[in-house]
Structure formats: C-alpha cells, structure tokens
C-alpha cells in the first residue's frame, strides 16, 4: 500500500479505501493460503526471463484455478459465533 504505484491507483479510484484487518481473520487467511499454494505449485517452480513472463505465468495459474472454483460456505451461524466471542477474555485496551 505504500507503493507510489499504489498510491496513484488509489489516488485515481478515491470510493477504494484499504481497511487493515487483524491476522487471524478468516478471509486473510484463505487469501494468504492461495498466495503460498501459487507460490509452490508455480511460481518457484518456473524460470522467467521477464516480469511478462512471470506475469503470463501467475494469469493462466489463477484461470486453471479458477476452472474448478468452489464458493466459501460459513459453517457456522452468526450465534455460535458470537457466543463464542462473548467467551473471550475483555482485552485490556
């Protein structure tokens, strides 16, 4: 975020605003393990000569990925949830 390319993307697109999350959200998480599974499975496998190459590479990895997609389900109600977080010790903020 504190690329100055970042900074002009978000510059040009102001209804976009970053919201910092803490690490151990579920999304961030699912985010980071499909970053580790590219990282693995293509990315230190392959020799590029050029960032296209690279580029090219990480495209048709997400599009083959992608073919056999499955959407996130919460297993979980709201409730248990909730209930779940009403168990945990007051921080001491």
Known sequence: HKHPK??????????W????TPTSASWLNAVEGFFSAITRRRIRRGVFKSVPDLQDAITRYIRDHNKAAKP???IKSADIILDKLARLPASSV
């Open 6 to 15: 970042v900074q002009q993307w978000l510059a040009d697109h102001p209804r």
């Open 72 to 74: 996130f389900a919460w």
């Open 17 to 20: 605003i970053f919201h910092f």
